[in-house]
């Protein structure tokens, strides 16, 4: 579209392949009072992407409940942070790489996983886990077998490169994600409370010093490319996808930890999206200076690089610091000692501009605030859709005899099956604190050195959130609640990544707003606050939105680690108990979508004082030594969930509750239900405490023998099961 | 008692080791880094895993070339017990100590899993006291291979360190999770004091682990 009263010299097919609208490009010339030179212009397109300036998103994330007891930093930093007792703190985030792992699912997941793994330890933290909630289109499309693959190689390949366990996450598989798969990277890591390091730059004069890789020419404009719709010819946008180099990032990590030890580091940040532009703006911003940088000193890897790809290249594996001058030669030798770049290459200034020289000519020359402070934002518009339609269910609906068969069907699909197959691919288990491995409702992982551990888990049910985005919301948060409780721990906080279509659209826009107000209450009910978290938007093939998609990753802290619950049932005799009532909601259940193919009925609804108390109940029957065993019941309902905790401790079940309508019981999806097994001796004792805290609590079975026995239904053998679990996500890639 | 964890770059699992070691001993090994020349009087020395140098180049390669590893080839000549633990297990090949290559796993990708490994040598200071032990593996390049004289010198050397299992302790494909030839898991020098292992034994060392059964290998020299 040509605009007939374009007035400017700049060619306005420049701005707009800038991924920059016309009104916005004429709020830069108002603020710089004059036009932009190309590597600025290059640089307010970075800055005011999507990506960079959440300008969509920003006045929504502020609603969410960011504070707590706990919280030492919330959102803001490059990560969240939480007290974990004893001077310890937790550092988190996770971050979205779904547009260059769709084009190049190898390195574009391989860079995610590097980039979170810097947002963390640039905050000073050990990395202690990694976790992945990855979203691919139907599982016999014909792109989804090499997404997949590519996918889990590249997070293996970079996590178990740089030696940090990939401990747990999530998959799905829905048709929303086949033109646009969804890869979200978790990181935790571990830090002293007195020892956080923050990206402020602060004291004019200070040497501003670029670490770890040289600068090349890969990854220009890898911003401006997440936050842009896809087509046919996305494919060409492949060199805008980045290169990881796990082996640079282990020295760059292990360089930076022996270097923070010292008091020498006054400001860090790494340079991920938008590479030395976000970076070095950040600092300036942040800490409220300037900052002047010659670009002539950057470490490049390609001849004659211009400013402009200097300042856009997102080449990976690389930091900013703002360091105190008396120490920079004592940094200067840990940096060569790990063979790595150490290059000053600016200094603080008073100007609060972003000044730029290159072979000592100025290029570039930006008022700090202009970039950030004045960056739009926009409330657009949005509209909230009605919610599908809650369907009852009615036993004659189905056939009474199939459950057995109904059962083995879900759990061989793609969904639902065991994830063995891409958690083998990840190590799991180096730095030898992993207490429970993949395939838990939470990863526990041991703070190195003491008795406690984290739990950690990320969730969400995008075709919930699709079809009712504020229970979806309230559901994504709470399933890591339940997964953290079941492990024994207490949930603390979570980190989200909302990924989600183009919020130009006002009913795009409105399960933003829908899915951010349920996630909101549920945090708030359950004082679980947001810590850190990232926005994902224009997540569209050929104007086709992705489900909304709000992902989130759960942390719990784990005072006593003889606490640590897993879901294999233990012991023959143990009774199985259920946690909350079963009301027999199918709508949009995994059994609805897998065995009749339909996706309908509406989601199921989350009381949160319910969910409060039968979680608050779970918590205190294990920290009362009650409990044996713990699983949370989710997709695909209670059958499924028993048979999982059958399947890991290979152990048998005999299921003495009787009902008059079995598909309902088995299959529906109700909200605040957990599995619990106890011993005989321990039975009084917790249902006396279920209710005294007006918790519902049933036993519903026996624990024993090989078979899943279901009275007046049938057997069967638990091995035969577990050999159609382990089988599809395998199938998928061959 | 005095032990030596080397650290190249990329090791990331000479913590873990350390670790493992400091539990069992109660004597904290000393790290060494790898632009060293060499290493005082030791009773062992621990060469560990990890990713030296990205395996960019064939797993172990660079790190074979590393300025300590002369001094560790010496000590190994000398009867100095050396451990090679997966990435370790490749240098200690690529240096020359140990026979054989560690090829692709044969499945194509990476695998992290417990498997179960029955001691063949029995007499050695790493295998005097080892039974079938359950421990994790975590590698892509784990297949062992050496050509068939190499084989028949090794097995009638007693030079078999290790063999992949199933839960009675049979040694067969379907306990081979690598392609491994044999289902050799680890394996001696002639003189049996150098070991290359893939599984992980100090990932397998404390009640925390969920199996110590790699306590054994730590102990039987440390002790």
């Known amino acids: 579209m040509t605009n007939h009263n374009w007035q400017f010299q700049t060619e306005q097919s420049l701005v707009e392949n800038h991924g920059l609208k016309l009104d916005e490009f004429e709020k830069i010339v108002e603020g710089l009072g004059r036009e932009p030179n190309l590597t600025e212009l290059g640089i307010f397109s970075a800055m005011w992407n999507e990506h960079c300036s959440y300008k969509s998103s920003k006045f929504w994330l502020k609603k969410l409940p960011t504070s707590g007891e706990r919280v030492v930093q919330g959102p803001g930093e490059n990560a969240g942070v939480i007290d974990i007792d004893d001077g310890d703190v937790a550092v988190f985030k996770m971050e979205s790489h779904n547009h260059p792992s769709f084009l190049e699912p190898y390195q574009g997941a391989a860079t995610g996983v590097g980039g979170i793994l810097r947002d963390v330890f640039t905050m000073g933290a050990r990395p202690v886990a990694n976790l992945n909630a990855l979203r691919f289109g139907e599982p016999n499309h014909p792109k989804t077998k090499h997404l997949l693959s590519g996918v889990v190689s590249g997070i293996g390949g970079y996590g178990n490169c740089i030696g940090v366990p990939t401990v747990g996450g999530e998959v799905n598989f829905h048709p929303s994600y086949n033109g646009n798969i969804l890869v979200n990277a978790m990181t935790v890591g571990i830090a002293k409370k007195d020892k956080i390091f923050y990206s402020a730059a602060a004291g004019v004069g200070n040497p501003v010093v670029y670490v770890g890789s040289k600068t090349g020419r890969d990854g220009i404009h890898g911003a401006t490319m997440a936050s842009a719709e896809f087509d046919e010819d996305s494919e060409d946008k492949k060199p805008t996808v980045q290169v990881g180099d796990p082996f640079t990032e282990k020295l760059l990590l292990e360089a930076c930890l022996e270097l923070m030890k010292e008091e020498a580091i006054i400001a860090i940040q790494d340079m991920g999206a938008a590479g030395l532009t976000s970076s070095s703006i950040e600092m300036a911003s942040k800490g409220d200076v300037g900052l002047e940088i010659d670009l002539s000193k950057v470490p490049m890897r390609a001849k004659n690089m211009s400013a402009y790809e200097l300042m856009l290249s997102e080449s990976q594996e690389r930091m900013l610091m703002v360091l105190d001058p008396s120490k920079e030669e004592m940094a200067r030798d840990i940096f060569k000692k790990w063979d790595l770049e150490f290059e000053v290459i600016g200094k603080v200034t008073d100007t609060k501009r972003l000044i730029l020289m290159k072979s000592g000519k100025e290029v570039a020359s930006i008022p700090i605030n202009i970039l950030v402070e004045d960056a739009p934002e926009y409330q657009r518009d949005y509209i909230v859709e009605e919610p599908s339609p809650i369907k009852e269910y009615k036993p004659e609906d189905f056939d009474q005899n199939s459950i057995l068969n109904d059962l083995n069907t879900m759990i061989m699909h793609p969904d639902l099956s065991s994830r063995k197959w891409i958690w083998e691919q990840y190590d799991h288990m180096v730095m030898a604190d992993t207490v429970v491995r993949p395939g838990s409702d939470a990863a526990v992982v041991r703070v190195h050195g003491t008795n406690k551990g984290l739990a950690m888990s990320t969730d969400c049910s995008p075709v919930y959130c699709k079809h009712n985005p504020y229970e979806g919301g309230k559901h994504a948060v709470v399933e890591t609640w339940r997964n953290i409780i079941a492990s024994g721990a207490l949930p603390i906080a979570i980190t989200d990544c909302m990924n989600f279509g183009n919020p130009e659209k006002p009913e795009i826009m409105g399960q933003f707003v829908e899915c951010i107000r349920g996630m909101g209450d549920a945090c708030s009910k359950l004082n679980y606050p947001v810590v850190s978290g990232n926005v994902s938007l224009y997540n569209e093939t050929n104007g086709e939105g992705i489900y909304p998609t709000p992902a989130i990753g759960g942390v719990g802290l784990i005072k006593d680690l003889s606490n640590v619950k897993t879901l294999s049932l233990k012991e023959d005799g143990n009774f199985l108990c259920v946690v909350g009532k079963t009301a027999n909601h199918l709508g949009t259940s995994k059994y609805i979508s897998i065995i009749q193919s339909k996706e309908e009925g509406g989601t199921p609804e989350i009381n949160l004082d319910t969910e409060l108390r039968n979680g608050n109940f779970v918590m205190d029957a294990i920290k009362q030594k009650l409990i044996t065993s713990a699983h949370d019941v989710g997709e695909g309902g209670i059958l499924v969930a028993i048979s999982e905790m059958c399947m890991s401790g290979n152990l048998g079940i005999t299921i003495e509750i009787e009902t008059d309508f079995p598909h309902g019981y088995f299959f529906a999806e109700d909200q605040s239900r957990y599995l619990l097994e106890v011993s005989p001796n321990n039975y009084d004792e917790c249902q006396k405490l279920a209710n005294n805290n007006d918790v519902y609590f049933e036993k519903i079975g026996i624990v024993g023998g090989d078979k899943i026995s279901i009275k007046n239904i049938g057997d069967q053998q638990v091995s035969v099961l577990k050999r159609s679990f382990e089988t599809s996500i395998e199938q998928i890639s061959h | ?223």
């Open chain 2, 1 to 223: 008692m005095k032990s030596h964890v080397i650290v190249f770059p990329g090791s990331n699992c000479d913590r873990d080791v350390a670790v493992a070691i400091k539990n069992i001993s109660s004597h904290q090994p000393q790290m060494v880094w790898h632009k060293e020349t060499s290493i005082n009087q030791s009773d062992l020395i621990v060469v560990p895993g990890g990713f030296s140098y990205g395996d960019y180049l064939r797993c172990g390669a660079m790190a074979s070339t590393s300025p300590i590893m002369q001094d560790i080839v010496k000590k190994a000549k000398e009867g100095v017990p050396v451990l090679g633990i997966c990435n370790g297990f490749q240098i200690l090949i690529e240096s020359g100590l140990l026979d054989g290559a560690l090829m692709r796993n044969s499945s194509l990708s990476f695998i992290c899993r417990d498997i179960l490994i029955k001691p063949k040598n029995q007499s050695s200071v790493f295998t005097k006291n080892a039974q079938v032990a359950k421990m994790p593996i975590a590698h892509n390049e784990g297949n062992f291979f050496v050509t068939s004289e190499q084989l028949k010198k090794i097995q009638d050397n007693d030079q078999i360190a290790f063999q992949y299992c199933d839960e009675n302790g049979n040694v067969s494909e379907h306990s081979n999770p690598n392609g491994s030839l044999e289902n050799i898991a680890g394996i001696l020098n002639e003189n049996k004091n150098v070991l290359g292992m893939m599984p992980h034994p100090e990932r397998a060392a404390e009640l925390a682990h969920g199996c110590e059964d790699g306590k054994t290998i730590f102990e039987s020299i440390l002790n």
